[in-house]
C-alpha cells in the first residue's frame, strides 16, 4: 500500500514558445502512514508533483502506482484514486458553495453514490474530525470566519475517506492561533487514522515541528528527500533556492561557532532551549 | 504631526437574512483612537476577524466611520468632496497581487494612477521609473506582469501605489500569499519606501517577524484596539498574544522556554542574533 513515482517527467505547454519542463525525472516512493513536508519557492514544481498524485495532470513520461497499480493503465478507476487521494488546494475555502456546511461536506460522499445514511454518518465524522462544532452545521458557509470555512472544506475531503491527504498550503492566511489549531487537527488525523499526511508549506518552522520527512522541490527535481535535522543541515543549499532553516537551527549555528556545544540539528523550539539548557549545565 | 488621528472610530454593518431584513449588527471597529505620526512604521496585529481590515479600509476613505472621526492628513475622511485628495494621501496595498495588476505590461500598470490623475505623459514615465526604481523592479518595466513571481508581482503593486507620491502607504497582509524569499523581497522593499522616502507605513500581517522592526506595534481584538508599544514592549507578553490568538517571533518564543526552567534573560528579545548575546552573557556569568 503506497504511492510510487517512476522517473516521471511533465512539460507544460510542449511544442510551443512558453514549454516549461515542471517535472523532470522525479522517482518517489510515499509508503502507507508517513507524514511528508514538501517544501520549494514559487514555480519549483511541488504544486504540479502534488496533482499527479491523484491524477488530475497526467505525466508527459514515466509513471505513477498506487497501490501496485499503474495509474495510466487503460481503463483505470481514476475516479475511485481521487476518493483514495484527497486534495485539498489551496484557500479551498473558495470552492464551499452549497447552501450549508453539511451539506457541502455531504457533496462527496454522495457523488461516490453512496446512500444517504452513510454519507451524512460520514459527513458528521469528518466535520467532528476538523473540530466544526454542530451548532455551525447548518449556516451558509459565509457566515463562517476564515478559519471554520477553510475547515469545512478540509472535512468536504475527509469525508471522502481518502488514505492519502494532501494539503497545499492549508494555513495561509490565517492568524497564528488558527494555523495551529488546524495542523494540529491534522496532526491528530494523522494518528488516529494512520493516513498518509502531506503538507506543502512556506514556513519551515511549521514543518520542522509536524513532519517526520521533507521532500524539496526545485527545477521541477527532487533535490533532498530525508528526516528534517538532516534536510535543514543543508541550509546553506536551501538558502540558495530560496528557502530556509527553521529559525532557531541559525541560532544553533550561531552559539556553535560562540563555541557552544549546541545541537546544529535542532529545528523546533523545544529541542533548541533543550539544547541551550544542557550547554549551561541546567 | 499625525498624519493619522482617529477619536472614538467606529464601524457598524448590518447582517441581513434571506429575505433582507436587518438580522443583527455588527460593531467590527469599536471606539478606536489611533495616532500615526508621519514617518512612523506601524504594524497592525490582530486574529482574522478582529477588526483590522475594516480599520485599514478607513484610511483611504473605502470605508467612513459609523461613529466617531477619522483624520487624514488634516482631512475629514467624511467629507466627500476630499476623497481623492485623501485616496491619494493614502494608497493601499491588499494580499492577493493577482487582484490589483490590471496592466499587461510592468511599466503600464505602475503609470495607471498618475494617468488618471491626468498627468502629462512625461511626468507619468518620470514616476513610473521612480518608483519602479525605489521597489527594485525597474528591469523588469518591459515584462508582462503574470510571468513575475508572487513577491515581485506584490512589489510592482507597490509601486502602482507609490507613482501616486503618497505620504502613507496601508498594506493588508501583502505577504500572506508569498514564499520565504517573496516575504522577504517585499518587507524589505516596504522598509526602504519608510526609511528612505519616509512614507509612512501601516502594514498588516499574521507574521511576527515582519513586526519586530516596527516603531510601534497596535494589537486589536474584537473591533478595539488592546494593546500598543513599541515591538519590544509588545511581545514581552507572550501569553497575552496567545490568548488573543496571536504569537510572537521564535526568538521570544525560545527565550520565553528558556525563561520558565528558570533562566534570567530578559523580557522582549525580538532576534536569533540578540538572543545568542544574551546567552552568552549569561555563560559569561558562570564563568
Known sequence: MSIKIEHLNYVYSEGTAFEKHALRDVNLELPDGQFIGVIGHTGSGKSTLIQHLNGLLKGTSGAVYYNGRNIYEEGYNKKELRSKVGLVFQYPEYQLFEVDVFSDVCYGPKNLGLPADVTEARAREALRLVGLKEKHWKKSPFELSGGQKRRAAIAGILAMEPDVLVLDEPTAGLDPKGRDDILDQIQRLHDERHITVILVSHSMEDIARYVERIIVMNRGQVMFDDTPREVFDHYRELEQIGLAAPQVTYLMHDLAARGWQADVDATTVEEAAASILKCLGR | ?287
Open chain 2, 1 to 287: 504631526m499625525s498624519i493619522i488621528r482617529g477619536r472614538k472610530l467606529s464601524y457598524e454593518y448590518q447582517r441581513l437574512d434571506e429575505e433582507g431584513n436587518p438580522e443583527s449588527t455588527i460593531r467590527a471597529v469599536d471606539g478606536v483612537d489611533l495616532d500615526v505620526q508621519e514617518g512612523d512604521f506601524v504594524a497592525i496585529l490582530g486574529h482574522n476577524g478582529s477588526g483590522k481590515s475594516t480599520l485599514a479600509k478607513h484610511i483611504n476613505a473605502i470605508l467612513v466611520p459609523t461613529e466617531g472621526t477619522l483624520y487624514v492628513d488634516g482631512k475629514d475622511t467624511r467629507d466627500e468632496s476630499q476623497i481623492w485628495e485623501i485616496r491619494q494621501t493614502a494608497g493601499m496595498v491588499f494580499q492577493n497581487p493577482d487582484n490589483q495588476i490590471i496592466g499587461t505590461i510592468v511599466d503600464e500598470d505602475v503609470g495607471f494612477g498618475p494617468e488618471n490623475m491626468g498627468m502629462p505623459s512625461e511626468a507619468i514615465w518620470k514616476r513610473v521609473e521612480e518608483s519602479l526604481k525605489a521597489v527594485g523592479m525597474w528591469e523588469y518595466r518591459a515584462h508582462s506582469p503574470n510571468k513575475l513571481s508572487g513577491g515581485q508581482k506584490q512589489r510592482v503593486a507597490i509601486a502602482g501605489v507609490v507613482a501616486m507620491r503618497p505620504k502613507c502607504i496601508v498594506l493588508d497582509e501583502p505577504t500572506a500569499m508569498l514564499d520565504p524569499n517573496g516575504r522577504k523581497e517585499v518587507v524589505r522593499t516596504v522598509q526602504e519606501l519608510n526609511r528612505k522616502e519616509h512614507v509612512t507605513v501601516l502594514l498588516i500581517t499574521h507574521y511576527m517577524e515582519e513586526v519586530i522592526e516596527a516603531d510601534k506595534v497596535i494589537v486589536m481584538d474584537q473591533g478595539k484596539v488592546v494593546m500598543q508599544g513599541t515591538p519590544k514592549e509588545i511581545f514581552s507578553h507572550v501569553e497575552e498574544l496567545k490568548a488573543r490568538r496571536l504569537d510572537v517571533p521564535q526568538a521570544t518564543l525560545v527565550a520565553y522556554e528558556l525563561q520558565k526552567k528558570g533562566l534570567p534573560l530578559p523580557d522582549g528579545i525580538l532576534s536569533m542574533a540578540e538572543l545568542a548575546d544574551e546567552l552568552e552573557k549569561l555563560r559569561g556569568q558562570r564563568g
